[in-house]
Structures are given as structure tokens and as C-alpha cells.
């Protein structure tokens, strides 16, 4: 648009407008302010909720899961003929253990040797492709799936060896130089009266000069592991092996018994509860700041205008105040802070003997301004985890009644509680991936951006009436002064 700037007045009419315009800028510089509040509050919002999500799941990977209390330190008189770790035990376990056999896997080769070229395609020209099975033995020690692999045009001997090895229960391998080529089961063991290795298609046979399975004098039969345990003689297909909720895993035969036991890894278990603490306490702290954080009412959120006068160190400054109280005394946090602190305070009913934190040497700093930071006495807590881990977990986790808050665990209240909280921040303040309509703040922010719009096209108008009564102004004068010299030209 061309204007007409004060040829005919002589004033400033672009510096006019301006200062008019500021002035009827000021309701929409508010509305952006608040715009800008809304967004700030939002982020801390969301950033407390990033902390609460951290919280819960740490509880659900630590103190909330009993695999972190049934953490042991197994001790073996042979580690190098035997290796054992806990597995789900809740008990501390001993006894002995004698290895007669380890088990071993089955094996086949083909009867004649072969001069194939591993590179070379399989098929003859023309032939399409050709359906084989291979079935084998399971880690159950059963015969397991018939695995079915087709045979493509494309394939060579080393692609077809890499599909059986990655497809089927059997581990296949071609010497080149020997001409021999052998399958090895997967899965150790024996099954009585059966082959561990089956193999179906005319290839193999034809091609591969093998037999149809492992029990021929160019196969050998798996063997099972036996070992005496506590007294007991055992036969299992794998040298992995279960018992009584402990893992064994059977290295080498053994020269008479191997005696083993077992205690709470104390320490592993102790760092789990610390871990659980600090990032309590941290989140304590990180609450009670954001509640009680100082709001400077007088430091706005700054516009661009405002901001291109200053410089970006005072603008960091200013802005630092103006971000300040944003949650300060918001009523969701004050009410987890107290609600977090009861459910862990409070006895677990359904419990005798170690029902309170306290019983684990876990109480409050006597500074009541931290808000109920707890704090740890290590030597109470190392014995109680040696004396009876599974009692610290049931403390953190007992199910109780769904009807009745105190006869629950004080990790499980804990996290009833973070949840709750969540969503209502998540209803007020949304997440990342919720468009505005959403949640709260947004739904907010969306009607702000509707009032700016139609603010921002009420000022284009405004100033454009500016413009043109200012142009009327310029032309009047202008007309003015030329009636004026023509009168002056007549007279003289």
C-alpha cells in the first residue's frame, strides 16, 4: 500500500501511527503474555510429570519386582565342574551335587564325500525348487516341529546352510576340503527308542548322500546328563538345569560330591532400596520447589518489541523471573506431597514384624522443612535384607484388599498414587503427541490464539482508518495551500 506521509503537513505521520498503534497494541501485547504463561506452565507441568513417570518406573523395575530381593551369592566348592545362580528361590538353598555324564548333542555326516562347490547353485537348470524337512530334537528333550525350508533356484550350498542353521533345530557344516558335510543337533539329549534327527526330501539322500536320520553308523545318538543331586540320582536332557528354583548349569563330570550354597546379595539388594530413595527424595525436593517457588507478578512474559531493546543476558534474567511460581502452591502436587508421605508412613496392616519403613532403619530427617526426605541407617537395612529379603519385598509390594488403602504395600500405594496424580496433571497440562484440543491448558491456549487473531485483524483495520483519515488530513492541506497561493498570485 503507498501512503502519503506529511508532504503537505510536515509531520511525521509513519511516527504518528506508530505511537497511536502501541497504545492500542497493549490488550493484544496481554493476550500474547498469557499465551506464552500458559505455555510455560504447561512445560513444568509436563517436565513434573516426566519426573513422576521416572519414579514409578524405577519402583516397578526395583523395589516393585521380587526378582530384586531373591538376588543371591552362590558359593561352589567346584565352579569350574559346575556354575549355579538363583532363578526365582525365595529360600536360601545348599546341599551337594555329583555329575556322572554331561549330556551331548547328536550328530550325522553323509555316507560318501562330496565334491561340491559351496557357491555353486543347487538345482539343475530348469528346476524350480525343491520342499525339505528337518526335525530334531527340542529343548524339552522331545522330538520337536518338523521345520519345513524350500530350495530355490537361487540358492547355493551356503545359502542353504545358513537358512537351515537359522530356520531349524539342527547346526549344519560343510568341509570343502573333506567333501564331508555334518548336521549337529541344536538341543542336547537322548530320546529313548527314537532318532534326535530326522531328515525328509530326496536332496538329502540323493544330493547330500546323508541317511534319513542319526541312528545309522554315520549318526551318533544324544546322550543325557546324570548327576546325583542331594542324593537323589537325576537324568535331564540338558547340562542347563532347573531344580528348586536355582539355575545349574553342568560344566565337566565331577570327581565325587560338589557342595554349594546360598545368601541374599546383600549388597545388590541394598543399592535397589537406595536407588528407590534417592529418586523419592529427589522428587520430593523437586515438588516442593516448583509449589514454593517465589512469582514476580511484575515480571511479564516479554514481547518482541521489548525484547529487541534489551540484551539477550538481561532478557535471560528477566526471563528467569517471569518463568518463576508457575506451579506455586498448585493444589495436584501439595496433594500428592502429602499423599505420597501417608502411604509410605503408614503400617502395612496386613503385615506382622516388618510392616513400617522404619523396621528397615528407612525414617524422616528431623528437618521437617525437607518435606519428608527420608533417609537410610545402612547397617539396620543390611540386616533385615540378610535376615529375610522376601519380607522387605512383601513391605514394598503385599497385594492386600482393593478396598482397603493401609493392608497394601507401601511401593504399590506409592505408585496408585503417582498414577493418579499423572492424569490429572496429563487433563490438565496433556503430553507430548496431544494436540491442543486435548487438554486443559491447551484448549486454553487454542481460544487465546482465536482472540489474537481477531485482535491482530482489528489492528490492521485500525491502523489502515489511521492511514487514510491521516491521507484525507494531507489532501485538505494540500488543496488548502494551493487555493491559498492561487489567491496570493491573484492579489499581487
Excluded: C
Aim: charge should be neutral; avoid cysteine.
Amino acid at each position: 500500500m503507498v501512503r502519503v506521509s506529511g508532504l503537505a503537513s510536515g509531520m511525521d505521520i509513519d511516527e504518528i501511527v506508530k505511537s497511536m498503534m502501541q497504545a492500542e497494541r497493549v490488550p493484544l501485547d496481554k493476550l500474547t503474555q498469557k499465551k506464552q504463561y500458559s505455555e510455560w506452565q504447561r512445560d513444568d507441568y509436563r517436565t513434573v510429570n516426566t519426573a513422576l513417570s521416572e519414579l514409578d518406573k524405577l519402583i516397578s523395575d526395583g523395589v516393585g519386582k521380587q526378582s530384586s530381593f531373591i538376588k543371591k551369592t552362590v558359593t561352589v566348592s567346584n565352579p569350574n565342574a559346575i556354575g549355579i545362580k538363583n532363578i526365582n528361590s525365595t529360600t536360601d538353598f545348599a546341599g551337594t551335587i555329583e555329575v556322572q555324564n554331561l549330556a551331548v548333542a547328536a550328530t550325522m555326516k553323509n555316507h560318501t564325500s562330496l565334491s561340491l562347490d559351496s557357491k555353486a547353485k543347487l538345482l539343475a537348470e530348469g528346476e524350480a525348487e525343491k520342499e525339505i524337512y528337518i526335525q530334531a530334537i527340542d529343548k524339552n528333550g522331545e522330538l520337536g516341529e518338523k521345520k519345513k525350508l524350500i530350495i530355490t533356484a537361487e540358492d547355493t550350498l551356503d545359502s542353504l546352510i545358513s537358512k537351515i542353521n537359522s530356520n531349524t533345530d539342527v547346526t549344519a557344516f560343510y568341509d570343502k576340503q573333506s567333501g564331508q558335510m555334518s548336521f549337529t543337533a541344536k538341543n542336547t539329549g537322548d530320546i529313548a527308542n527314537k532318532a534326535e534327527i530326522n531328515l525328509t526330501g530326496d536332496f538329502f539322500t540323493g544330493t547330500l548322500m546323508m541317511d534319513a536320520d542319526n541312528t545309522t553308523k554315520n549318526g551318533t545318538s544324544g546322550i543325557n546328563a546324570t548327576l546325583t543331586y542331594n542324593g537323589l540320582e537325576i537324568t535331564r536332557s540338558s547340562n542347563v538345569i532347573n531344580l528348586n528354583g536355582a539355575e545349574f548349569t553342568l560344566k565337566g563330570k565331577t570327581e565325587g560330591p560338589v557342595t554349594f550354597s546360598s545368601k541374599a546379595d546383600v549388597d545388590t539388594i541394598l543399592d535397589t532400596v537406595t536407588q528407590f530413595v534417592n529418586k523419592y527424595n529427589e522428587i520430593i525436593k523437586k515438588i516442593q520447589d516448583k509449589t514454593s517457588e517465589s512469582k514476580y507478578r511484575s515480571y511479564t512474559p516479554l514481547t518482541t518489541e521489548q525484547k529487541k531493546a534489551m540484551t539477550e543476558d538481561e532478557v535471560k534474567l528477566w526471563e528467569e523471573k517471569a518463568k518463576s511460581g508457575t506451579l506455586k502452591n498448585d493444589s495436584t502436587l501439595k496433594n500428592l506431597l502429602t499423599t505420597m508421605r501417608s502411604s509410605l508412613y503408614t503400617s502395612v496392616s496386613s503385615m506382622t514384624g516388618t510392616n513400617t519403613l522404619s523396621k528397615l532403619g528407612i525414617t524422616t530427617t528431623s528437618n521437617y522443612l525437607e518435606g519428608g526426605k527420608l533417609t537410610i541407617d545402612e547397617d539396620k537395612l543390611r540386616a533385615a535384607i540378610s535376615e529375610d529379603p522376601n519380607a522387605i519385598y512383601k513391605l514394598f509390594m503385599a497385594e492386600g484388599k482393593s478396598t482397603d488403602k493401609s493392608s497394601q504395600g507401601l511401593a504399590r500405594r506409592l505408585r496408585a498414587d503417582i498414577q493418579s496424580s499423572m492424569k490429572v496433571i496429563t487433563e490438565k497440562a496433556g503430553k507430548a503427541g496431544y494436540v491442543n484440543n486435548m487438554f486443559t491448558i491447551g484448549k486454553s491456549v487454542n481460544g487465546l490464539d482465536t482472540r489474537i487473531s481477531t485482535f491482530e485483524a482489528k489492528l490492521v483495520k485500525l491502523e489502515t482508518r489511521y492511514y487514510n483519515q491521516f491521507t484525507a488530513m494531507e489532501k485538505a492541506i494540500s488543496k488548502a495551500n494551493s487555493q491559498s497561493s492561487s489567491l496570493s498570485q491573484y492579489f499581487s
